[in-house]
């Protein structure tokens, strides 16, 4: 009988094997086929020959195994034929023993068939089944298959090669089983018999004897090293051996890395980078079901991480990874599994371990999980090391298993590197996700709670945090290049509970612009692009205390922070913020400095490596286990282009070129051709909310004429525009503005303290103006290229030569309008200053989906309603109160308790004499004395004197 080889994965925990071996990191390879041509002679009377067995894997695979059986002990009278199959597993040496190996079976099936008469008498009468099995000669029975009933110790299996010890306990069917198998010098295998007790199986002298088959080599594996880990791997179900060699259940994982491609170069090296700093880093996922018994049908607990994992050196053959798990869901599904685990590992507090509630943890307070050992780790949180070996095993007939072959995960790299491979896990699929490297950075990101790595800060305090991206821009064929980008984050302290909303300490929210460069020259990379972060305004809120008094002491940053107040910063002065928030806490880098660095799109998830604002470095970082990951959400969608630019726009309170804050708003009227503009700029180092800070303030005004279509631009979807203010003016607001003007931009005359001063021709000797991005003065024309996408407005550097000015491509430094107003036909009332939109110095320069905005303002009507409600209440609480206490109410005899009763109970009435009032006057004949009165519908004559409708 045939039987295929079924591609499975083996992996085993080993603890106390694998934490003692120094030897070599693979162990003598079994992997082959075999045969045994020999008799061999039972006790019982019956003999085995024409054994074949291939052993694919190293350390672990599959395995499959042809034998027959004999009732004389010549190998003459045929009984019947068997065939089995499943995994292996090497468990490490036999101590005392040259050579032998302990091993695991896990049987995946078991099939016998009767080849005489005496063979159905024999399996009958030693393997009934409880009867269950009514053997037929020639017909296979399955013993191990989901459509048979062989329960343990309904069928002597030591023909299948079942222990002969009377105090051993056997093979029992469907259960795992455990034995030894020494490789000679020829090449051949010594096989034993097997138990399903581990301390049984291993703890037995071991002699030939106990050989259960002489196996010969008939072909030999050729074992190929592949470098590229990249991939999913998935186990079957594995049984779980404890130091003391006794069963403690077993396991099942699913596994899947993907990263960069060419990580080894010639010199064996990881790019020639030292440990921990090797640019082969990517995205892993683990899901792994732990089970309280071996046949993982009871599961105990489960878990499910994302990380990041890297190849951080090699010796050529073998390499060296770093796994850094950012956040882990652990799931108990029993009571036992929660007491468990509120013991072991209660991560600040025991009390979040609930049955069947997953609890997301990304690092546990220290000294809270003494004894993670439920966990493929030292620990959550902790970056870890392992050996790691991907091969390709393959007979000369073409059978082939590829795996890959791991060490026990450690938190030492030298001890990592002494490890034995001892786990393995077979491909499941060689599809890697890096040939879906996306370069439509355009769009929505967030993260899950993660840890946050820290600096010197707090004595290395760890932190937990959440981050969203949002990068909008032109929406091309390849790609988002340049935009707008907003990048937020939240921390939390790291007290086990996940990043719970209401432990929030500190909010930030970093908002700017980007330009991306496809094609990052790091070497040994794959789908990088390098990018340029400006960040023009990073709003920060310290949401508890222990915030307030950290930036107060830490980042004062020209002003003072109080708690759960917010203040949007444009730049710091130098020295003035700690080194270490810059790095590990706020997302956009320096404030008032850009940053550069690189990131990878790969399978909706972006990683972003450390900015940095020297460019040369940032351009040569690697992605680390420290790099942020983030799940794109949401794709963008093409904004329409528009060649116009009419419309109310306010500028967002944002950083100048020269560092100084600056906000605004622009005005167009697209029927008489009119614009108007007002900047007002801040002093350095300062936002947009304090007036005493202001430095200048301008206007403009003038018409405006579009020269061009789109496609005669530089810009993508831009129109030449060109400019003719007949009004220009500067205020200088405070006297270091005084100072710079007269210094550098007189324009023929003196600067005074909040003295406005028209300019009517130009100066083209002022330098003291950057960040108004147009040259200084009126009297001539002015170019620039405008492009309008959706409901963003941007132009480049204006200038008086048109030439240069339609050559311009637009920067970073070229901020962005948001439309606040649609309505083209804007109202120049007095000439000068038209009906504006507010100008708003927070903190956006543009709409963001992905991080939660201020609620919305109440308006007239909300008050009205608010006013109407409250007055209502009073009226009637206060009412009754006073008509109770003066009258005692109507059970003392007095009028009712409700104020002015009589008119709220003749009110239907009245509005019905009213309605029919109005109807008759309207509709109905009127009498010759002037029409129907209204004591005709039963209300008071014009004579009667109404004395109201009840008091107080």
Same mark, same amino acid.
């Given at each position: 009988?045939?039987?295929?080889?079924?591609?499975?994965?083996?992996?085993?925990?080993?603890?106390?094997?694998?934490?003692?071996?120094?030897? &070599?990191?693979?162990?003598?390879?079994?992997?082959?086929?075999?045969?045994?041509?020999?008799?061999?002679?039972?006790?019982?009377?019956?003999?085995?020959?024409?054994?074949?067995?291939?052993?694919?894997?190293?350390?672990?695979?599959?395995?499959?195994?042809?034998?027959?059986?004999?009732?004389?002990?010549?190998?003459?009278?045929?009984?019947?034929?068997?065939?089995?199959?499943?995994?292996?597993?090497?468990?490490?040496?036999?101590?005392?023993?040259?050579?032998?190996?302990?091993?695991?079976?896990?049987?995946?099936?078991?099939?016998?068939?009767?080849?005489?008469?005496?063979?159905?008498?024999?399996?009958?009468?030693?393997?009934?089944?409880?009867?269950?099995?009514?053997?037929?000669?020639?017909?296979?029975?399955?013993?191990?298959?989901?459509?048979?009933?062989?329960?343990?110790?309904?069928?002597?299996?030591?023909?299948?090669?079942?222990?002969?010890?009377?105090?051993?306990?056997?093979?029992?069917?469907?259960?795992?089983?455990?034995?030894?198998?020494?490789?000679?010098?020829?090449?051949?295998?010594?096989?034993?018999?097997?138990?399903?007790?581990?301390?049984?199986?291993?703890?037995?002298?071991?002699?030939?004897?106990?050989?259960?088959?002489?196996?010969?080599?008939?072909?030999?594996?050729?074992?190929?090293?592949?470098?590229?880990?990249?991939?999913?791997?998935?186990?079957?179900?594995?049984?779980?051996?404890?130091?003391?060699?006794?069963?403690?259940?077993?396991?099942?994982?699913?596994?899947?890395?993907?990263?960069?491609?060419?990580?080894?170069?010639?010199?064996?090296?990881?790019?020639?980078?030292?440990?921990?700093?090797?640019?082969?880093?990517?995205?892993?996922?683990?899901?792994?079901?732990?089970?309280? &018994?071996?046949?993982?049908?009871?599961?105990?607990?489960?878990?499910?991480?994302?990380?990041?994992?890297?190849?951080?050196?090699?010796?050529?053959?073998?390499?060296?990874?770093?796994?850094?798990?950012?956040?882990?869901?652990?799931?108990?599904?029993?009571?036992?599994?929660?007491?468990?685990?509120?013991?072991?590992?209660?991560?600040?507090?025991?009390?979040?371990?609930?049955?069947?509630?997953?609890?997301?943890?990304?690092?546990?307070?220290?000294?809270?999980?003494?004894?993670?050992?439920?966990? &493929?780790?030292?620990?959550?949180?902790?970056?870890?090391?392992?050996?790691?070996?991907?091969?390709?095993?393959?007979?000369?007939?073409?059978?082939?298993?590829?795996?890959?072959?791991?060490?026990?995960?450690?938190?030492?790299?030298?001890?990592?590197?002494?490890?034995?491979?001892?786990?393995?896990?077979?491909?499941?699929?060689?599809?890697?996700?890096?040939?879906?490297?996306?370069?439509?950075?355009?769009?929505?990101?967030?993260?899950?709670?993660?840890?946050?790595?820290?600096?010197?800060?707090?004595?290395?305090?760890?932190?937990?945090?959440?981050?969203?991206?949002?990068?909008?821009?032109?929406?091309?064929?390849?790609?988002?290049?340049?935009?707008?980008?907003?990048?937020?984050?939240?921390?939390?302290?790291?007290?086990?509970?996940?990043?719970?909303?209401?432990?929030?300490?500190?909010?930030?929210?970093?908002?700017?612009?980007?330009?991306?460069?496809?094609?990052?020259?790091?070497?040994?990379?794959?789908?990088?692009?390098?990018?340029?972060?400006?960040?023009?305004?990073?709003?920060?809120?310290?949401?508890?205390?222990?915030?307030?008094?950290?930036?107060?002491?830490?980042?004062?940053?020209?002003?003072?922070?109080?708690?759960?107040?917010?203040?949007?910063?444009?730049?710091?002065?130098?020295?003035?913020?700690?080194?270490?928030?810059?790095?590990?806490?706020?997302?956009?880098?320096?404030?008032?400095?850009?940053?550069?660095?690189?990131?990878?799109?790969?399978?909706?998830?972006?990683?972003?490596?450390?900015?940095?604002?020297?460019?040369?470095?940032?351009?040569?970082?690697?992605?680390?286990?420290?790099?942020?990951?983030?799940?794109?959400?949401?794709?963008?969608?093409?904004?329409?282009?528009?060649?116009?630019?009419?419309?109310?726009?306010?500028?967002?309170?944002?950083?100048?070129?020269?560092?100084?804050?600056?906000?605004?708003?622009?005005?167009?009227?697209?029927?008489?051709?009119?614009?108007?503009?007002?900047?007002?700029?801040?002093?350095?180092?300062?936002?947009?909310?304090?007036?005493?800070?202001?430095?200048?303030?301008?206007?403009?005004?003038?018409?405006?004429?579009?020269?061009?279509?789109?496609?005669?631009?530089?810009?993508?979807?831009?129109?030449?525009?060109?400019?003719?203010?007949?009004?220009?003016?500067?205020?200088?607001?405070?006297?270091?503005?005084?100072?710079?003007?007269?210094?550098?931009?007189?324009?023929?005359?003196?600067?005074?303290?909040?003295?406005?001063?028209?300019?009517?021709?130009?100066?083209?000797?002022?330098?003291?103006?950057?960040?108004?991005?147009?040259?200084?003065?009126?009297?001539?024309?002015?170019?620039?290229?405008?492009?309008?996408?959706?409901?963003?407005?941007?132009?480049?550097?204006?200038?008086?030569?048109?030439?240069?000015?339609?050559?311009?491509?637009?920067?970073?430094?070229?901020?962005?309008?948001?439309?606040?107003?649609?309505?083209?036909?804007?109202?120049?009332?007095?000439?000068?200053?038209?009906?504006?939109?507010?100008?708003?110095?927070?903190?956006?320069?543009?709409?963001?989906?992905?991080?939660?905005?201020?609620?919305?303002?109440?308006?007239?009507?909300?008050?009205?309603?608010?006013?109407?409600?409250?007055?209502?209440?009073?009226?009637?609480?206060?009412?009754?109160?006073?008509?109770?206490?003066?009258?005692?109410?109507?059970?003392?005899?007095?009028?009712?308790?409700?104020?002015?009763?009589?008119?709220?109970?003749?009110?239907?009435?009245?509005?019905?004499?009213?309605?029919?009032?109005?109807?008759?006057?309207?509709?109905?004949?009127?009498?010759?004395?002037?029409?129907?009165?209204?004591?005709?519908?039963?209300?008071?004559?014009?004579?009667?004197?109404?004395?109201?409708?009840?008091?107080?």
């Amino acid at each position: 009988m045939e039987f295929s080889v079924r591609l499975v994965v083996a992996t085993c925990v080993f603890t106390a094997f694998a934490s003692a071996q120094t030897d &070599d990191p693979i162990p003598p390879s079994v992997c082959g086929e075999y045969q045994s041509v020999e008799c061999r002679q039972f006790a019982d009377g019956t003999s085995m020959n024409n054994t074949q067995v291939v052993f694919m894997g190293v350390i672990s695979g599959v395995f499959t195994r042809q034998m027959n059986f004999y009732s004389d002990g010549a190998c003459t009278s045929i009984l019947f034929s068997a065939a089995m199959e499943g995994i292996w597993i090497d468990q490490g040496a036999l101590e005392g023993f040259d050579n032998v190996r302990k091993v695991m079976y896990n049987f995946t099936a078991i099939s016998v068939t009767p080849l005489s008469a005496d063979g159905v008498t024999y399996l009958s009468s030693n393997c009934s089944c409880t009867g269950k099995i009514a053997w037929q000669q020639s017909r296979p029975e399955p013993l191990i298959d989901s459509a048979s009933d062989c329960p343990p110790y309904s069928c002597d299996t030591q023909f299948l090669g079942g222990s002969i010890d009377p105090l051993a306990t056997g093979l029992l069917l469907g259960q795992p089983a455990f034995g030894t198998y020494q490789i000679q010098e020829a090449g051949g295998v010594f096989q034993s018999r097997v138990d399903s007790q581990p301390l049984l199986a291993w703890n037995q002298t071991y002699t030939p004897y106990d050989n259960y088959t002489n196996l010969l080599s008939i072909a030999a594996c050729t074992t190929t090293n592949v470098p590229d880990i990249c991939g999913s791997y998935d186990t079957l179900c594995t049984p779980i051996i404890g130091p003391d060699s006794a069963l403690e259940g077993s396991r099942r994982e699913t596994f899947q890395w993907h990263g960069p491609e060419d990580f080894i170069a010639a010199s064996g090296q990881c790019n020639g980078q030292i440990p921990g700093t090797c640019s082969a880093y990517g995205v892993y996922q683990r899901f792994v079901t732990m089970y309280s &018994d071996s046949n993982c049908m009871t599961p105990k607990y489960e878990y499910e991480e994302t990380g990041a994992l890297g190849i951080v050196n090699s010796d050529g053959y073998t390499n060296f990874v770093a796994r850094e798990a950012r956040a882990v869901t652990f799931t108990p599904y029993s009571n036992t599994s929660v007491l468990n685990l509120g013991v072991k590992c209660p991560c600040g507090d025991s009390s979040l371990w609930a049955a069947r509630a997953p609890r997301l943890i990304t690092t546990c307070p220290p000294g809270t999980c003494p004894n993670p050992d439920f966990y &493929d780790g030292p620990g959550f949180g902790i970056l870890s090391y392992a050996r790691e070996d991907k091969n390709q095993t393959t007979l000369p007939g073409g059978a082939m298993n590829t795996q890959m072959l791991l060490g026990n995960w450690t938190d030492s790299a030298v001890d990592a590197n002494a490890q034995m491979l001892i786990r393995q896990l077979d491909v499941a699929s060689s599809n890697c996700e890096r040939d879906y490297y996306s370069f439509d950075y355009c769009g929505v990101y967030n993260s899950n709670c993660v840890s946050m790595q820290q600096g010197t800060l707090f004595n290395n305090t760890q932190y937990d945090m959440i981050e969203s991206m949002v990068l909008g821009g032109d929406v091309t064929a390849s790609g988002a290049t340049d935009g707008t980008i907003e990048y937020s984050r939240q921390v939390f302290p790291n007290n086990g509970r996940g990043c719970a909303s209401e432990d929030v300490g500190l909010a930030i929210v970093a908002n700017g612009y980007y330009s991306i460069f496809q094609g990052a020259t790091t070497p040994g990379t794959s789908g990088y692009s390098s990018i340029d972060v400006d960040t023009r305004i990073t709003l920060v809120t310290p949401q508890s205390q222990e915030w307030t008094d950290l930036l107060n002491t830490e980042c004062a940053c020209g002003g003072s922070w109080a708690y759960q107040k917010g203040r949007p910063l444009t730049s710091c002065a130098p020295g003035d913020c700690n080194a270490d928030l810059y790095k590990y806490i706020f997302p956009g880098g320096v404030f008032g400095e850009p940053g550069f660095g690189n990131l990878q799109l790969v399978n909706e998830q972006l990683r972003v490596t450390e900015l940095t604002s020297d460019q040369v470095a940032g351009y040569g970082y690697y992605l680390t286990a420290a790099s942020p990951i983030l799940q794109k959400n949401v794709g963008c969608e093409a904004p329409l282009p528009s060649p116009t630019i009419c419309g109310g726009f306010t500028l967002p309170c944002h950083r100048t070129v020269d560092n100084h804050a600056a906000a605004g708003y622009f005005i167009a009227n697209h029927d008489i051709l009119r614009f108007y503009q007002n900047i007002t700029v801040y002093l350095e180092h300062s936002g947009c909310e304090n007036a005493t800070q202001k430095y200048i303030e301008f206007e403009a005004q003038g018409n405006y004429t579009i020269q061009g279509e789109s496609k005669d631009t530089v810009v993508l979807n831009g129109s030449n525009i060109e400019f003719r203010p007949d009004f220009w003016s500067l205020i200088p607001r405070s006297m270091q503005a005084v100072s710079d003007l007269n210094e550098n931009c007189s324009c023929n005359g003196s600067w005074s303290l909040n003295t406005r001063r028209n300019l009517t021709t130009m100066c083209p000797d002022c330098t003291a103006l950057p960040f108004l991005h147009q040259p200084v003065g009126s009297g001539e024309p002015t170019y620039a290229i405008s492009q309008h996408f959706g409901i963003n407005l941007r132009f480049t550097n204006a200038s008086t030569n048109a030439i240069t000015a339609y050559t311009t491509m637009l920067s970073s430094s070229n901020v962005q309008y948001v439309l606040a107003s649609d309505n083209c036909s804007i109202v120049f009332p007095d000439n000068r200053r038209p009906v504006i939109p507010t100008p708003s110095p927070g903190p956006s320069p543009g709409p963001s989906p992905a991080v939660n905005k201020p609620g919305k303002k109440i308006s007239g009507g909300d008050v009205f309603i608010i006013i109407l409600f409250v007055f209502g209440f009073v009226y009637f609480v206060g009412g009754m109160l006073i008509n109770y206490q003066r009258t005692g109410g109507s059970s003392g005899g007095g009028t009712p308790v409700i104020p002015h009763v009589s008119f709220w109970r003749s009110l239907p009435g009245l509005i019905t004499d009213g309605c029919a009032f109005t109807f008759a006057q309207r509709c109905g004949t009127r009498r010759a004395s002037g029409g129907p009165t209204y004591s005709s519908f039963g209300g008071p004559s014009e004579s009667t004197k109404i004395e109201g409708y009840g008091s107080l």
